[in-house]
């Protein structure tokens, strides 16, 4: 693909992104919970190769249908570097955070991540930010306080993980907003998982254990997840704003609390819960600051609708 082409591609398209994010924050969701389980018997820094090892089924995929190996030249390395330093940092502090906290409390607390890239899309990418949504950003923060409880047991040591994580990916956020204009999509995720995994086996002559066939299949799973969700989010700030895109990540603490009361057995306490209705609310509000976007969201998904309508019979729709 043309660099020409994708610098077209950005901000073009607000309603996919929407699709994107919601897509991506639940696949991520779904490798949190692997990952979590993972963490019982392997280090960070093996459960990091190991998956890697396996994002690269999906990657190469991608990067066939990119068009080869000439998507992946970087026109930009030091971006890449700095984004996969980013994102390695990011990742060793939530899954450390994961092996402490349940998996609701830490997708809850690296909640701040959306607020942390509305805050930073102003001075960082030039996005126009009003007082309101500053406003709601401040109320969003107010939120990851009371989620983290400072009088009760969720407030300790282990809450600054995941907060320090959702900030680095409020950097590698802004960062792919950046590369994007001109890095392909398959590139910015090729030198990252490469990064990831070079990072992860570093630590292997200090922590490695044999893995028995079964863990194995998880490593498979979590690495073909995290494939599949890092492109999504890739796309998801090409295509839009990301003061825009970013509470719609949100959507991620419906698939923590399933998936952490179905597999650990874990019930959010009233403290979370309010929490996260603070934060999903002054996210909402910023969406609704976005009113040209709903706009031209609700033409796209219209769009889609026809689309799906004319390609199957439309008697099997009744929404057709």
């Given at each position: 693909?043309?660099?020409?082409?994708?610098?077209?591609?950005?901000?073009?398209?607000?309603?996919?992104?929407?699709?994107?994010?919601?897509?991506g924050?639940?696949?991520?969701?779904?490798?949190?919970?692997?990952?979590?389980?993972?963490?019982?018997?392997?280090?960070?820094?093996?459960?990091?190769a190991?998956?890697?090892?396996?994002?690269?089924?999906p990657?190469?995929?991608?990067?066939?249908?990119?068009?080869?190996?000439s998507s992946?030249r970087p026109?930009?390395?030091?971006?890449?570097?700095?984004r996969?330093?980013?994102?390695i940092?990011?990742?060793?502090?939530f899954?450390?955070?994961?092996?402490y906290?349940?998996?609701?409390?830490?997708?809850?607390?690296?909640f701040a991540?959306?607020l942390?890239?509305?805050?930073?899309?102003?001075?960082?990418?030039?996005?126009?930010?009003?007082?309101?949504?500053?406003?709601a950003?401040l109320?969003?923060?107010?939120?990851?306080?009371?989620?983290m409880?400072?009088?009760?047991?969720?407030?300790?040591?282990?809450?600054?993980?995941?907060?320090?994580?959702?900030?680095?990916?409020?950097f590698?956020d802004?960062?792919?907003?950046?590369?994007?204009?001109?890095?392909t999509?398959?590139?910015?995720?090729f030198?990252?998982?490469?990064?990831?995994?070079?990072a992860?086996?570093?630590?292997?002559?200090?922590v490695?254990k044999?893995?028995?066939?079964?863990?194995?299949?998880?490593?498979?799973?979590s690495?073909m997840?995290?494939?599949?969700?890092?492109?999504?989010?890739?796309?998801t700030?090409?295509?839009g704003?990301?003061?825009?895109?970013?509470?719609?990540?949100?959507?991620?603490?419906?698939?923590?609390?399933?998936?952490?009361?179905?597999?650990?057995?874990d019930?959010?306490?009233?403290?979370?819960?309010?929490?996260?209705?603070?934060?999903?609310?002054?996210?909402?509000?910023?969406?609704?600051?976005?009113?040209?976007?709903?706009?031209?969201s609700?033409a796209?998904?219209?769009a889609?609708?026809?689309?799906?309508c004319?390609r199957?019979?439309s008697?099997?729709?009744?929404?057709?």
């Amino acid at each position: 693909m043309k660099n020409s082409e994708l610098m077209r591609r950005t901000s073009s398209a607000p309603g996919k992104a929407v699709v994107c994010m919601l897509l991506g924050a639940m696949f991520l969701t779904a490798n949190d919970a692997v990952m979590k389980w993972l963490t019982d018997g392997y280090s960070v820094g093996q459960i990091m190769a190991c998956r890697g090892f396996f994002v690269f089924i999906p990657l190469s995929l991608l990067i066939w249908r990119a068009g080869g190996i000439s998507s992946l030249r970087p026109i930009q390395p030091v971006g890449h570097f700095i984004r996969a330093g980013l994102v390695i940092a990011g990742t060793f502090m939530f899954v450390t955070g994961l092996r402490y906290l349940t998996l609701t409390d830490a997708i809850a607390i690296a909640f701040a991540g959306p607020l942390f890239i509305t805050a930073l899309a102003a001075p960082l990418l030039g996005e126009k930010v009003g007082w309101r949504r500053w406003m709601a950003v401040l109320a969003g923060f107010v939120g990851i306080v009371v989620i983290m409880q400072p009088s009760g047991s969720a407030m300790q040591w282990a809450a600054l993980l995941p907060l320090g994580a959702s900030l680095t990916g409020a950097f590698r956020d802004i960062l792919t907003r950046r590369l994007s204009a001109r890095e392909t999509s398959v590139a910015l995720l090729f030198y990252t998982s490469l990064g990831m995994t070079l990072a992860g086996l570093a630590t292997a002559p200090f922590v490695w254990k044999a893995v028995p066939l079964a863990d194995w299949g998880m490593f498979a799973l979590s690495g073909m997840i995290t494939g599949c969700a890092h492109f999504l989010m890739i796309e998801t700030f090409r295509m839009g704003e990301a003061a825009m895109v970013a509470p719609f990540k949100y959507s991620s603490v419906i698939w923590a609390a399933a998936l952490g009361y179905f597999v650990w057995g874990d019930i959010p306490d009233a403290g979370t819960l309010s929490g996260v209705a603070i934060v999903i609310f002054a996210g909402l509000y910023i969406l609704h600051r976005e009113r040209g976007w709903v706009l031209t969201s609700s033409a796209t998904l219209w769009a889609l609708k026809e689309r799906l309508c004319r390609r199957f019979k439309s008697e099997a729709f009744p929404w057709c």
